[in-house]
């Protein structure tokens, strides 16, 4: 399991590189006040988007290092069995509620159309 979690931890440490530097190119471009308005703004767009795709990836290496933590406790009796269960069952509620949110205000004006 140790390979494989050094495996994952490689390429997930190789696509943080990679989304920093392109994060790096795209703000350059965005602020390249010799591009028109039009070109700079999907630069901005792109920024963004790198930006959620990296916070994606930091927010869910941080949910495994919780969840490797609560499994530490759990073994050592310092918790309750089942702790991690409640912790799974918050981070699935919270990727509902992101994904969830785009679409409640898109049926809201689709209703008021």
Not at 3 to 11: A, I, M, P, Q, Y
Not at 41 to 53: C, D, F, G, K
């Amino acid at each position: 399991m140790t390979e494989e979690t050094s495996e994952e931890d490689r390429v997930r440490a190789e696509l943080v590189r990679q989304l920093r530097e392109s994060m790096e190119k795209e703000r350059a471009m965005m602020m390249n006040e010799k591009l028109d308005v039009k070109t700079r703004e999907r630069w901005t767009q792109m920024h963004t988007n790198t930006a959620q795709v990296l916070n994606q990836i930091l927010r869910d290496r941080q949910f495994k290092e919780w969840e490797k933590r609560l499994r530490e406790m759990e073994a050592r009796g310092r918790i309750l069995r089942g702790t991690l269960k409640m912790a799974e069952g918050v981070e699935a509620l919270e990727r509902q509620g992101a994904g969830g949110s785009g679409g409640s205000s898109e049926d809201s004006r689709k209703e008021e159309a």
